[in-house]
């Protein structure tokens, strides 16, 4: 490797070295000049906040807005250089970001601001842009604080990649900010991670293990960095955000944590749609049919979507997942309902976020066209962190079978391209198809628990677009593998068959999918009692559960489910 690829905007460790580490910085510093704030800014209540426009920061707002502190962008790298604390919360590629830092001046800005150990925290991204260079795109410099290049989680020793949940650190040394963290689960969502050497081991405050141990927090001064996210780390995360702000405002909670390892996630879901008044509720199919069998035939109200996200926050849902079946199919973005739904309850959920339902590419009634990126992004403006793409990722599933070929232009890559796979959940809606010998279809197909109404002892499942009303040729294991490769960082693996009748998800299908992909499986469809969640966990590779319907009308409390899971010694986030 040359020395010239990993010549960064700064490559100052703090030490007493100075001369030789400013002859090695690769920045004009007369330029730049550390610049406080000015004695009229009331800075003990204000946070300075890069967002370089990039995923899903919304959160991040509003958790800095919830230990009291108001929020300065910045605008221009003399803002950096004003801050009296800066917050770094970066989302998406690292060479993206690394190039707009780079464009406008705010990575030599940065290398100043450090330089001169001003309070500083980096979240995700931010974190792995300190390190000297990422093999995400190649070899691409970073900001060359810390010795390290960032690489990928290594999926060949059986580790799904994304790493995604709710995962334990084990800190190496008291760095203020981690205070009664240890033993805890934070919430991490990444691909990429720095490993600790000899070189970097002074700057390590904490490690995480997932396949290998990875550097989950750095520590110097007065410059932190996390690999986790604290505004999505529930109580945990804002009491580190509060340290960090060294807030009075807010009081931690005595909690002792026996958190080891990767915890199993259980996720709440809300399918919202309009009722025939116009109003968005959540409502609860069975099998996809959302009416109540009544003379009145009106749509299933089961409550208010933020109402019932902020309980299940509460209640301990380790993501809250919202489904828009309404409809707005044909003008996405004029659903103004759900992404208010997205912004207010991003206000108070401190959990990530996911939402689903016509994201795609489409052409308004004016003739301007929009891509799915586009619609992506509002939604992650409004606060989501995960977008989950259903029809359109079959679509595009069955064009790169036909043709081997990537185009690009699929949602799927245009928004993992953008923001990362992590960032992308596919949605699978199969339903079972029984044969009698696996070689009477062309699909993948799996010799079924229960046999068939004919006694068929294999079955395939065919994937549906548009709400489950349309059967497509092609399969529920050939659909995971193709939208792996086109750049999905998860899978939502839903059953129609087992909608809403409360028997227990499919394990079969839930098998077969989850041993043909590398990316973590949420399993969906047909809890009906705490026992199902801890056999899908024991029986299949799946990383979370999904459950609707028993959450909604208080059959089985989330709480009682991670109890159960906890007895059956299957690790939850508490």
């Not at 929020?71 to 590629?93: M, S, T, W």
């Not at 410099?141 to 580790?159: A, C, H, Q, Y």
């Not at 002074?202 to 396949?211: A, R, V």
């Amino acid at each position: 490797m040359e020395a010239a690829l990993l010549r960064s905007p700064c490559s100052l460790f703090f030490s007493n070295k100075t001369e030789t580490s400013r002859k090695n910085l690769n920045f004009k510093s007369k330029n730049f000049s550390v610049i406080r704030a000015s004695a009229n800014q009331s800075a003990d209540s204000v946070v300075t906040l890069l967002d370089y426009g990039a995923g899903n920061v919304r959160s991040v707002r509003n958790a800095i807005r919830s230990l009291g502190y108001n929020i300065k962008d910045v605008q221009k790298p003399e803002d950096i250089l004003n801050a009296d604390r800066l917050i770094f919360p970066g989302v998406g590629a690292f060479a993206a970001a690394m190039d707009v830092l780079n464009q406008n001046g705010m990575a030599e800005a940065l290398c100043t601001y450090i330089e001169n150990d001003r309070p500083f925290l980096g979240i995700c991204l931010g974190l792995q842009l300190l390190f000297e260079s990422s093999e995400e795109k190649g070899l691409v410099k970073g900001l060359g604080l810390i010795p390290g290049v960032v690489g990928r989680f290594d999926s060949s020793n059986g580790v799904r990649v994304p790493h995604i949940g709710w995962n334990a650190l084990q800190i190496t040394k008291d760095s203020g900010i981690l205070e009664d963290v240890g033993g805890q689960h934070v919430y991490f969502v990444h691909s990429y991670r720095a490993i600790p050497s000899n070189a970097n081991q002074e700057w390590i405050s904490s490690t995480c293990n997932y396949g290998d141990n990875f550097i989950a927090s750095v520590q110097r001064g007065n410059v932190h960095a996390v690999q986790f996210h604290p505004e999505k780390s529930g109580d945990v995360g804002l009491s580190v955000l509060a340290r960090f702000l060294q807030s009075k405002s807010y009081t931690a909670k005595a909690t002792k944590g026996k958190a080891s390892k990767l915890a199993k996630r259980v996720i709440a879901c809300l399918d919202v749609r309009a009722n025939d008044n116009g109003d968005l509720v959540v409502t609860k199919g069975d099998q996809y049919d959302v009416r109540e069998h009544t003379k009145e035939n009106e749509v299933r109200n089961l409550g208010k979507p933020v109402e019932l996200a902020r309980q299940y926050y509460k209640d301990g849902a380790d993501e809250v997942s919202f489904l828009n079946i309404t409809g707005f199919r044909d003008f996405p973005l004029g659903d103004l309902p759900m992404l208010e739904v997205l912004r207010y309850t991003s206000e108070n959920v401190f959990v990530p976020l996911t939402v689903g339902g016509g994201i795609r590419d489409f052409t308004d009634g004016n003739g301007r066209h929009y891509s799915s990126l586009e619609v992506a992004s509002e939604y992650f403006r409004s606060g989501a962190d995960k977008v989950s793409i259903g029809s359109d990722a079959v679509y595009a599933a069955e064009a790169y079978i036909r043709t081997g070929v990537k185009t690009g232009n699929s949602s799927l890559e245009q928004i993992s391209r953008v923001y990362g796979n992590q960032a992308v959940v596919v949605s699978i809606d199969p339903r079972r198809v029984y044969v009698r010998n696996p070689g009477d279809v062309e699909f993948k197909t799996v010799r079924v628990a229960n046999p068939g109404p004919a006694g068929e002892e294999y079955a395939w499942y065919q994937c549906t677009v548009n709400g489950g009303r349309e059967g497509r040729p092609i399969g529920a294991y050939e659909l995971a593998k193709a939208v792996e490769e086109l750049g999905a960082g998860e899978i939502l693996l839903n059953c129609i068959d087992c909608d809403g009748q409360g028997k227990g998800f499919d394990i079969d299908l839930i098998e077969l999918v989850s041993n043909a992909v590398t990316i973590p499986v949420i399993a969906s469809s047909g809890a009906g009692v705490v026992e199902h969640f801890s056999e899908v966990f024991r029986k299949t590779n799946a990383s979370a559960a999904l459950a609707a319907g028993i959450f909604h009308r208080k059959e089985v409390p989330i709480h009682s489910v991670k109890e159960h899971l906890l007895k059956e010694s299957i690790e939850v986030r508490v």
